[in-house]
């Protein structure tokens, strides 16, 4: 692995650690209308579907996004 | 295509008329036994690129490609005795394409078995919720087929949210059995009598079979952030039979690949409340697999609120990666390598995707039709600094 690509390798594990130590909050119930929003959504959104295939086709990296990893050709 | 667009239509008219027979509330205390309708959603994408560095051709001739794939999703729930959300999702997808670079597998033909092709894909899913315990279980089965193309996927998968409800960890195992016609080029073909028009090709297995993990966290009111990581195996035949590798001797070959693959791709994703206007969602993955491809890739995307039922949302996605071990441009690769292929989505380059989505979902519905949720609009533009471009327009329709 060249040493640029170890570098990004950390910087998912750095961002990690710095907001999972340092700003954890219990939050009620109550008060997640702003994390309930449609917008804030963790997930992939559905209009998202094909865009997330033609990348996994397109690109060498797939994964880690909600979209596929395997089934189906891309043979295109 | 005239077909596939009735078809279409009529599949859109059938959740139409089955929404019309009514939904009953849906609200915190009514808890149906009975199956009711939840939200039923369609997608619908139209997709061209062009290009290049076709791999059906040895990495020149044109990519040039039309994709038009719409699906349709149904979501039903009941409650059972012991209060736990059984939610069943059917799905049922086609694409439609065309493909320049497909018809040169056979030049001969007027056009060839996949110059243009249909694909299905139908998928069902169940999850079982028990929200006094916090815990998820689900599985699910697909299967898509085209004409040189077949696969079935199973998958279960499992969440935990702890005990204050600010972290939940999440897993699913995956598995997908595929089968790849093996239509070679034309003048590699062996044997009498095999233009190919006859559907006895043979096949061959492609298998695939992936874990993935992750863990979301509520960090405050405003943000929370999602780690998720994978390892995919892939086993079988990983290469394409039509893809031609020309030598630097003036020969042509099959691409050659090796029979196994691990990739392991890692994210984050951060979404942050700015304001009741703005919204800010990001989302950065590092990839690594043993044919020596490294990628990074960033996506950010602002969602400006204008009213609180109308957003528009700008993105811009990077993407970079290093070439796989086995690739090499038309004419390099020799006799002395095992395993060679001129597909340029394996090669090294970066690219650039940009674009905008616009969603509507207003409380007395969309048009004031009551249960048309919301519709939303998504354009993106894609361009890989080799050349290859391409543009998307997606629409999702949800009926709630």
């Not at chain 2, 309708?37 to 990495?59: C, I, M, P």
């Not at chain 2, 590798?245 to 003036?250: E, L, M, Q, T």
């Amino acid at each position: 692995m060249k040493p640029y690509i170890k570098s990004f390798f950390y910087i998912p594990v750095f961002i990690t650690a710095v907001l999972f130590f340092s700003s954890c909050t219990t939050v009620k119930e109550y008060q997640k209308n702003k994390l309930n929003d449609t917008e804030m959504s963790l997930s992939s959104r559905k209009i998202e579907k094909t865009e997330l295939s033609f990348q996994s086709y397109r690109e060498g990296a797939s994964g880690a996004n909600g979209g596929k990893t395997g089934g189906g050709c891309g043979c295109n | 295509m005239k077909k596939l667009f009735l078809s279409v239509i009529g599949m859109y008219f059938t959740m139409l008329a089955a929404l019309s027979q009514g939904n009953p509330k849906t609200d915190s205390v009514y808890k149906p036994r009975k199956l009711t309708f939840e939200e039923a959603n369609l997608v619908s994408s139209y997709y061209r690129q062009d290009g290049n560095n076709s791999a059906v051709t040895g990495g020149i001739g044109s990519e040039k490609l039309t994709d038009l794939s719409n699906a349709i999703d149904l979501k039903l729930y009941r409650y059972d005795k012991r209060d736990r959300k059984h939610s069943f999702t059917g799905e049922f997808g086609i694409d439609h394409y065309t493909s320049a670079s497909s018809d040169k597998i056979d030049p001969h033909t007027i056009s060839s078995a996949s110059h243009s092709d249909t694909r299905f894909y139908p998928s069902l899913s169940w999850t079982m919720e028990n929200a006094k315990k916090g815990s998820t279980i689900g599985a699910g089965l697909s299967l898509s087929t085209e004409f040189d193309y077949g696969s079935f996927g199973a998958n279960v998968n499992f969440a935990k949210k702890t005990k204050d409800k600010s972290g939940e960890f999440s897993a699913k195992l995956q598995a997908y059995l595929d089968r790849v016609s093996l239509i070679y080029p034309i003048e590699l073909r062996t044997g009498t009598g095999t233009r190919g028009e006859d559907d006895d090709y043979a096949t061959t297995p492609r298998n695939t079979f992936n874990l993935d993990l992750s863990w979301s966290q509520i960090i405050n009111q405003r943000l929370q952030v999602m780690i998720d990581g994978e390892v995919v195996y892939q086993h079988g035949y990983l290469g394409l039979p039509f893809h031609r590798v020309y030598f630097a001797d003036n020969t042509v070959h099959v691409e050659n690949l090796p029979s196994e693959r691990l990739k392991i791709p890692m994210s984050i994703r951060a979404n942050y409340f700015i304001s009741d206007k703005f919204i800010l969602r990001t989302w950065y993955r590092y990839y690594h697999d043993d044919w020596n491809i490294n990628s990074n890739t960033l996506q950010l995307e602002t969602v400006v609120k204008f009213t609180p039922f109308f957003s528009v949302s700008p993105f811009y996605r990077f993407y970079q990666q290093t070439a796989a071990d086995h690739f090499a441009p038309y004419g390099i690769h020799t006799a002395a390598d095992t395993y060679y292929t001129s597909n340029y989505d394996l090669s090294k380059f970066n690219s650039s995707f940009f674009g905008a989505g616009f969603r509507i979902a207003p409380p007395d519905g969309v048009f004031k039709i009551q249960h048309w949720n919301s519709l939303e609009l998504r354009y993106g533009h894609y361009k890989k600094n080799i050349g290859m471009n391409s543009d998307i327009i997606s629409l999702n329709v949800k009926f709630k």
